[in-house]
């Protein structure tokens, strides 16, 4: 039987793309999943899904900007299930633009949801993780999270700080705690949608026409949790192979 069932994993950002496609894999191998997003009636429609498939979910409405949101999604998973295996850290967004452009706004945005975000349910997950002496913390960076390209510089700096975490975690998590820092290229989801700048979102859409499914991604979180507790799969970058960046 599959390292995947039974087990209790909370994604952040489950109401689309990368999160929703997961939810969808890791449910049909068995996985009890706790769903977070702020759009409640994408979470609803997701949690009826997987029940009506036979899988087991529950929701609660989460942004994962607010610490005692992300607090209580973690509560939530103990509340139903009793404790927490995985956390998937998979909310985020990507409104990239020239610096010159100063879109303040955004570059806060992508501080509080891609980096305090993350780092709100690493807080919320790792006290109970460490009483359970097991848990792993799985990711989402990016390929923008290894290179930098024009318009990616904030972008890229949140990414960049989420690999840093990952390793982070990995290092400190020592024998308990597995880390998991998935780096996908473009995958046709909802993500180029944040971007506000119109000449960035034409060059993104060209890249864009190589995306891949997000079940390729889906697929990389499911190997890196059904992997003994032995084995540590520190680092899965997964790209469309037309994609040259
Ligand atoms: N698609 C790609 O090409 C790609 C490539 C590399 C990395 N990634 C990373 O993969 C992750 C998932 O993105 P995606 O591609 O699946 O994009 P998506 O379809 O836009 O999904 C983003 C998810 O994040 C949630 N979210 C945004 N702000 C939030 C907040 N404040 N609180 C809670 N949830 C929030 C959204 O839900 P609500 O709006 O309902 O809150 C949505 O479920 C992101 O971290 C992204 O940077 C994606």
């Not at 969808?24 to 429609?45: M, Y």
């Not at 850290?89 to 990239?96: C, T, V």
């Not at 706004?105 to 509080?112: H, K």
Request: charged share 25%; net charge negative.
């Amino acid at each position: 039987m599959s390292e995947i069932n039974g087990k209790v994993v909370i994604i952040t950002g489950a109401s689309s793309g990368l999160g929703e496609a997961t939810a969808h894999r890791l449910a049909k191998a068995g996985a009890k999943l706790v769903l977070g997003a702020r759009r409640e009636e994408r979470l609803q429609a997701l949690r009826d899904a997987i029940v009506e498939q036979g899988g087991e979910a529950i929701y609660r409405v989460t942004d994962v900007t607010e610490r005692s949101q992300v607090e209580a999604l973690a509560d939530a998973a103990k509340e139903a299930y009793g404790r927490i295996d995985v956390l998937v850290n998979n909310a985020g967004l990507m409104p990239l633009s020239p610096l010159d452009q100063l879109k303040v706004d955004e570059w806060e945005q992508m501080v509080d949801v891609n980096i305090k975000g993350v780092l709100y349910g690493i807080a919320a997950v790792l006290p109970t993780m460490r009483e359970q002496h097991a848990g792993h913390i799985i990711n989402l960076s990016s390929v923008a999270g290894h290179v930098v390209f024009p318009a990616s510089a904030v972008y890229s700096a949140t990414k960049f700080a989420v690999k840093a975490l990952s390793e982070g975690i990995r290092q400190e998590g020592g024998e308990e705690i597995r880390s998991t820092n998935i780096s996908p290229g473009a995958v046709a989801t909802e993500l180029t949608t944040t971007i506000s700048d119109p000449d960035t979102a034409k060059n993104v859409d060209e890249l864009y026409e190589a995306a891949i499914d997000a079940d390729a991604i889906a697929r990389a979180i499911a190997y890196a949790i059904e992997q003994p507790a032995d084995v540590d799969v520190n680092e899965l970058i997964i790209r469309p192979t037309k994609q040259p960046l």
